[in-house]
């Protein structure tokens, strides 16, 4: 889902012969320490198209795919994730079997280390112990392990995922509500802690005057500086010195990537408002 500016997205070829189809989380390639091989990186692409804020662009588990800003300009997506490898046939059965076994004391035990090592002389007991096991743990399976046991499985893991994305949307519905609500009341002040936590991408901000710094208290106890990936420091400078520059000058904080490509003068969303 494309929110800020844009990016172009480009589909890979992906080849059967060097990529599972359907993959396992720990399976795909480009996660996991499991590196796209060469001849898909280097091959054609499906399809390449440019995501504008409010696209939403699905893709299918497993397909290679890789997405870059266009130029020089600022982009931001979300990428939703849906665990398709949930709902599979294969994971069904596995959970299902899982559960029948576990039930039952004996299969819950370690294996005789006989079993795997030739220094034991009782190993040929063992496997018929654990051969007539092994026959016993494919019955229950057959009996317990049906396509209704599936079903009920797959109906009470969706009713737990229901409710646990349920307890953390209103949790996020309730945030909200807050932040609305704080960022629709008036600041008392135009510097400082509260009036960055009611900072939107709609308000403008400029440097602070001395009058203003001296307004805000520090503490000596707390480390004082900003945390920046290194991709945005260098920009990230630059706005804040055009800004300090140009003192009086303000900005809307949307368009404040602008100013990376030309100065606060020539900027037009720039004006003299007092604002933040």
Not at 26 to 52: M, S
Not at 177 to 194: A, C, F, L, M
Request: charged share 20%; aromatic share 4%; hydrophobic share 35%.
């Amino acid at each position: 889902l494309d929110v800020v500016g844009s990016h172009l997205v480009s589909l890979l070829l992906t080849l059967p012969s060097l990529c599972l189809q359907y993959p396992y989380p720990a399976e795909q390639v480009g996660k996991a320490e499991l590196k796209v091989p060469k001849q898909i990186l280097k091959g054609p692409t499906v399809f390449n198209t440019v995501l504008e804020p409010g696209d939403v662009l699905y893709m299918p588990r497993g397909y290679v795919h890789e997405a870059h800003t266009l130029l020089d300009e600022c982009s931001f997506h979300v990428t939703i994730a849906m665990p398709t490898h949930d709902w599979t046939l294969a994971g069904a059965i596995t959970a299902a079997t899982h559960h029948a076994l576990c039930q039952v004391v004996d299969y819950r035990m370690a294996l005789p280390t006989s079993l795997f090592s030739n220094t034991n002389s009782s190993t040929n007991g063992n496997l018929e112990i654990v051969n007539q096991q092994l026959n016993q743990a494919l019955q229950r399976v057959q009996q317990q392990v049906t396509i209704k046991s599936i079903i009920n499985d797959l109906q009470i893991k969706t009713k737990h995922h229901n409710e646990r994305a349920n307890a953390r949307r209103m949790a996020i519905i309730q945030t909200q509500k807050q932040q609305v609500h704080k960022n629709t009341s008036t600041p008392t002040t135009n510097i400082g802690r509260e009036a960055a936590d009611s900072v939107t991408l709609t308000t403008r901000v400029r440097a602070s005057t001395e009058p203003e710094k001296a307004q805000v208290k520090l503490s000596n106890e707390k480390p004082r500086g900003l945390h920046v990936r290194p991709e945005t420091a260098e920009a990230l400078m630059t706005i804040l010195q055009r800004l300090k520059q140009n003192p009086g000058k303000s900005c809307r904080v949307q368009n404040l990537g602008g100013l990376v490509q030309r100065s606060v003068e020539t900027a037009s969303d720039m004006d003299s408002s007092y604002i933040c």
